[in-house]
């Protein structure tokens, strides 16, 4: 079976892994080069405990707040408002206690397989840079911490949390198994202890262990060379511009470089999947989060595992050489 998968992002790439993986023929469609879009930069954290839906209960009120600061985790653009208007208001009617229920035991399931497919990866010699890591999480305020730690035991309730047991020092590959509990609060001498990095005015940590921290460049790089050494038919800087059906099939997608005939197709175009899917007539109601990140490269002071400064919603990656540091979520339209 010949799949077309648009877009050579970590969704795409890894689709493709798969799919070839279980027999079918795979073939990649990047408009740009693989792993440029938002695999590029993002912070690398595969921490299924904090994979809670974004819709909560009072999230509304708590992001008008937000677009206050002048240092808020949140911007919405306001001249995008007009357009966004219809998927913010849907956005607004999942943010309810039921609603929030079914989204995290959606996300429990998809979670299910998450770090079992990552070690699967890694065993298949996929090059990438990959650590075993317990996230640090670090607050000034009793409440933030609170609210955070209501979040994860929400995750570890549905099972997101608590699907591996492994665990095992901070920022170590993956490699031993032993059993660590899903989180675990710190106090102030703790946190600092954990991170002397920290500068002072944090009183209250968790910690969350039995996760993993990876470059995703590195995984993107490593997914690309595995699929091209397996003979995988790459397309890059070519563009997927739509679709020709028959009956509710696709059977060709229409490129830049021309037609090309496919049994099925996978949207994995990242922030453009919405408006492709509306292309091949099956609209998904989706509009894309902006996250920015710089790269340390060489930092003279490295941080002991990844790292989460609450309210400011900033988050740290120590990689090999380099040191990451991730936030803000723009909606710009
Ligand atoms: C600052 C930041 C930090 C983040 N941190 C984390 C994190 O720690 N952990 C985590 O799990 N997630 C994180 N994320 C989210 C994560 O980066 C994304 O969910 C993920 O990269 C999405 O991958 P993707 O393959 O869907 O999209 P992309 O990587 O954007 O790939 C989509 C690809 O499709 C191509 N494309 C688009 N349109 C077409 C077309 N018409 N034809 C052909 N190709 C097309 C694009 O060129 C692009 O290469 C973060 C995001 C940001 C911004």
């Keep these: 079976m010949r799949v077309g998968i648009v877009g050579g992002g970590v969704i795409g790439l890894s689709t493709a892994y798969y799919l070839r993986k279980l027999g079918a023929n795979p073939v990649i469609i990047e408009s740009s080069t693989l792993g440029s879009g938002c695999s590029l930069g993002n912070a690398g954290w595969v921490f299924p405990s904090l994979a809670t839906p974004l819709p909560a209960p009072g999230l509304t009120l708590k992001s008008l707040l937000w677009l206050l600061r002048r240092d808020s985790p949140l911007y919405i653009r306001p001249a995008a408002l007009p357009v966004l208007a219809p998927w913010l208001m849907r956005?607004?009617?999942?943010?309810?206690?039921?609603?929030?229920?079914?989204?995290?035991?959606?996300?429990?399931?998809?979670?299910?397989?998450?770090?079992?497919?990552?070690?699967?990866?890694?065993?298949?010699?996929?090059?990438?840079?990959?650590?075993?890591?317990?996230?640090?999480?670090?607050?000034?305020?009793?409440?933030?911490?609170?609210?955070?730690?209501?979040?994860?035991?929400?995750?570890?309730?549905?099972?997101?949390?608590?699907?591996?047991?492994?665990?095992?020092?901070?920022?170590?590959?993956?490699?031993?198994?032993?059993?660590?509990?899903?989180?675990?609060?710190?106090?102030?001498?703790?946190?600092?202890?954990?991170?002397?990095?920290?500068?002072?005015?944090?009183?209250?940590?968790?910690?969350?262990?039995?996760?993993?921290?990876?470059?995703?460049?590195?995984?993107?790089?490593?997914?690309?060379?595995?699929?091209?050494?397996?003979?995988?038919?790459?397309?890059?800087?070519?563009?997927?511009?739509?679709?020709?059906?028959?009956?509710?099939?696709?059977?060709?997608?229409?490129?830049s470089s021309g037609d090309m005939e496919v049994d099925a197709v996978v949207l994995a175009a990242g922030a453009h999947t919405g408006a492709l899917s509306r292309m091949?007539?099956?609209?998904?109601?989706?509009?894309?989060g902006k996250g920015y990140s710089i790269t340390i490269e060489q930092p003279a002071n490295q941080l002991r595992q990844p790292l989460y400064l609450g309210g400011v919603k900033i988050g740290l990656s120590p990689f090999n050489g380099a040191l990451r540091i991730a936030g803000t979520m723009a909606i710009s339209g």
Excluded at 280 to 288: D, K, Q, R, S, V
């Design 91 to 255: 956005f607004r009617s999942f943010c309810n206690h039921a609603d929030q229920q079914r989204g995290i035991a959606a996300l429990a399931a998809l979670n299910a397989a998450t770090m079992e497919r990552y070690d699967e990866l890694a065993a298949d010699g996929v090059q990438f840079e990959y650590y075993q890591s317990a996230l640090l999480m670090a607050f000034r305020d009793a409440d933030l911490a609170a609210a955070e730690q209501k979040e994860v035991k929400l995750a570890a309730a549905s099972g997101i949390a608590n699907g591996n047991p492994v665990g095992g020092a901070p920022g170590a590959p993956p490699g031993a198994s032993t059993t660590h509990p899903p989180w675990r609060e710190l106090d102030e001498a703790e946190l600092y202890e954990r991170e002397p990095m920290l500068r002072p005015g944090f009183r209250f940590g968790l910690s969350l262990g039995q996760d993993r921290h990876l470059r995703p460049e590195s995984l993107t790089g490593g997914l690309g060379s595995s699929l091209r050494a397996g003979g995988v038919e790459i397309h890059q800087r070519v563009k997927a511009a739509g679709f020709r059906t028959e009956g509710h099939r696709v059977a060709a997608i229409v490129t």
């Design 280 to 288: 091949a007539g099956w609209p998904i109601p989706l509009t894309a």
